[in-house]
């Protein structure tokens, strides 16, 4: 079942920044200032308006497990794994203080007032003077554990202390004596968080558990199979639970009724923090990253439903435009084009357009069908969803920005057909028609460049009349120009060199036999068949880049080119999609369709082949560009843990980096786990 629903969060910004995980995160009193504490040793600093990172803050030792800030905005403070807190002061320039005295990480930190309250590993939790630096208190009664003091919370009148430790339990301090006045039970694991609001205190573990703090009876239990709980916090107005979880969702709880009305997908592994402000959630996680929730309407997504299901609504969501339709026929044939009036029809007004903050031409006649393939993510369909917003916005972003900049160049669509000893692999000129009828429907602009001695306008004609489209025989003579096969390597080069300078690449399709590395083979030495070498596809890319729009899409029309040329061109080609198949291809059964982005005054290729899965490469869709590109997927998905994320968890994820590590042929470095199908 699909509903629109009111009151909801939407991912509405994702912060990269962080080199390793990202422990904790706070916002300041007036919202504009976000902080975040991570594994790499360092505080960060950012602007909430802009989600820029304005600061970096260093100075600890080891990873910082606990950021917050004090409520007049002026101080903050982080406790870190060094066993250290350190106090930072407005405009957060240095360090102005370092506060000595537990043994081991100090695990929480709040503030309140002129008191810090401090939890460790060391199972104490020490009381300080903000201005001073003194440690004024050492308050102990936990039972020693491993993770020692997990959390420690103060109520809004500064009264009443509250720490969560590895013993199971949550105590209640005499800010005022130092007294512990009372002993929560019934937890059956480590806590992991508390938080308090009013005379409501909430703490999370394998469950959730809401205590009347006052009289220390437990008056619900939140349960679900889902692994634990590790951050929480409360909306400001008390009728909300936040809680981040191992399981790499974010739960959001109805107080009052206890049932969860909502959970939020984004994240890729565990959420270690979550924090509040007004109608803006943020959330940092264990896959480096803060995302950023903002309250409205939004779509949920029940039952059993289909993700193609899924990615319907939301371009149904979206303002939905009428463009002209290109009502083709279906030719009836296995590498042939199949009824394309309704995904043409189909187009909206980008929903991003006060966000890039210029005026976007309405985005027309996008119908991509994006699916992360890879099971082990146990990805939900809210998930998929909300994916498919962010690859939309940075197509767009890419396509629109970077486009203007270069001046809006005339296209060149380039067909580059290698022909072996004995055969081809390309096995009709189908695709040309299709890209020349649809070219013609832009209004004869752009061009086309096609490598295929079979290709001539005649032929182009006599197959258009065949597949019953009516191309114009005027516009194949002034548009495209017909050229031999790439019989070398030479030509090869000089293909995607030889244009005009007012023209750029929009569109590289490239059919050439490849081989079970996935290295293309051809007539590329002497014209004998031989494996293209690594350095001569980087020579071919780094020409092909000099030329090629800001958005042009490179299509392998061969097999197993997933497995090595598309990733050696996807970091050639920064930024840009490669498409390509990591399995053979039967010859004649990909699809090609070519879509009308009538804004841009663009095409936009696909394919489909029924029996080996296309997929798209790119560093565009990798956090950290090309670098992250060669991290393995699977090293990021053994990260994720649904365990206790503290000393525990930090243990497990050292073991692991100290470890050895097999690749695996079936899954090339770099392969982003995205799809696209049409």
């Known amino acids: 079942m699909i509903s629109i629903m009111s009151d909801t969060y939407v991912e509405v910004m994702a912060l990269g920044g962080h080199a390793e995980w990202v422990s904790s995160v706070c ?71 370092t506060l000595q005295g537990h043994t081991l990480a100090v695990q929480s930190v709040c503030v309140l007032g002129d008191r810090l309250f401090s939890g460790s590993q060391d199972n104490t939790i020490k009381v300080w003077d903000v201005y001073t630096g003194v440690c004024v208190q050492t308050l102990q009664g936990h039972a020693p554990s491993f993770s020692g003091v997990t959390s420690v919370c103060v109520s809004p009148d500064g009264s009443r202390l509250f720490s969560g430790s590895g013993d199971n339990t949550i105590k209640v301090w005499d800010v005022a004596t130092g007294a512990c006045v009372r002993t929560l039970e019934g937890h059956t694991e480590a806590l992991d968080s508390i938080c308090v609001f009013g ?76 924090c509040v402000s007004g109608s803006q959630l943020f959330s940092g996680g264990y896959d480096n990253t803060i995302k950023v929730w903002e309250l409205g309407d939004g779509v949920e997504f029940t039952g059993s439903v289909s993700i193609q299901d899924g990615i319907d609504q939301v371009f149904a969501d979206a303002d939905i435009v009428d463009v002209d339709a290109l009502d083709l026929p279906d030719p009836g044939h296995s590498g042939g084009e199949s ?28 119908n991509c069908y994006h699916e992360r393939l890879d099971p082990r993510l146990r990805c939900r369909i809210a998930k998929e969803v909300q994916k498919c917003r962010e690859d939309v916005q940075k197509v767009e972003r890419l396509r629109f920005e970077q486009r203007r900049a270069a001046g809006w160049k005339r296209s060149v669509y380039l067909f580059l057909c290698v022909k072996n000893t004995n055969d081809i692999l390309q096995p009709d000129l189908n695709v040309y028609v299709y890209c020349a009828f649809a070219l013609q429907s832009l209004g004869w602009k752009h061009r086309m460049v096609i490598y295929d001695e079979r290709a001539s306008h005649e032929s182009l004609l006599e197959t258009a009349a065949r597949l019953e489209y009516q191309l114009s025989a005027a516009f194949v003579k002034q548009n495209v120009v017909c050229m031999p096969y790439v019989n070398n390597y030479d030509k090869l080069k000089t293909a995607v060199k030889d244009i005009e300078d007012n ?117 565009h869709f990798v956090d950290g560009g090309a670098a992250a590109a060669s991290v393995h997927p699977q090293r990021r998905l053994e990260r994720q843990s649904s365990g206790n994320p503290r000393p525990n968890q930090r243990r497990r994820r050292d073991e692991y980096d100290s470890g050895s590590e097999t690749e695996s042929e079936d899954e090339p470095r770099g392969y982003t786990n995205v799809s696209f199908r049409f």
């Open 339 to 366: 009824k394309t009036s309704d995904y043409i029809k189909m187009g909206y007004v980008s929903p991003y357009k006060e966000e890039l903050n210029t005026v976007v031409p309405d985005f027309s006649g996008f």
């Open 199 to 274: 005379d409501r205190l909430f703490s999370g573990s394998n469950t959730i558990k809401v205590w009347d703090w006052r009289s220390g009876v437990c008056v619900q239990t939140l349960q679900w199979n889902a692994g634990s709980v590790i951050s929480m916090c409360v909306s400001p107005d008390g009728s909300r639970l936040f809680s981040g979880n191992g399981d790499s969702t974010i739960k959001v709880w109805d107080v009052a009724t206890g049932a969860c009305v909502q959970t939020l997908q984004g994240h890729t592994n565990s959420v270690s923090s979550v």
């Open 503 to 619: 023209e750029e690449i929009a569109l590289v399709y490239l059919s050439a036999h490849g081989d079970k590395r996935g290295i293309l083979y051809g007539p590329w030495e002497g014209g004998k068949d031989i494996a293209l070498t690594q350095r001569g596809l980087i020579s071919f890319g780094k020409e092909l880049h000099k030329n090629m729009s800001s958005d042009c899409q490179v299509f392998l029309n061969s097999c197993y080119a997933g497995k090595s040329t598309a990733i050696v061109l996807m970091l050639q080609l920064d930024g840009h999609i490669v498409l390509a198949a990591s399995d053979w291809i039967p010859s004649g059964t990909v699809h090609h369709r070519f879509q009308i982005d009538a804004g841009n005054d663009r095409l936009y290729f696909s394919a489909q082949c029924p029996t080996s899965e296309i997929k798209a490469y790119s560093t």
């Open 27 to 97: 916002v300041s009193p007036d919202g504009t200032r976000l902080f975040s504490g991570g594994d790499d040793k360092t505080i960060k600093v950012w602007d909430v308006a802009t989600g820029a990172c304005v600061q970096t803050l260093q100075g600890h030792a080891d990873a910082v497990d606990s950021v917050c800030v004090s409520a007049d905005g002026e101080w903050l403070f982080s406790g870190s794994v060094d066993n250290t807190i350190k106090a930072w002061h407005v405009p957060f320039d240095s360090c102005v203080q």
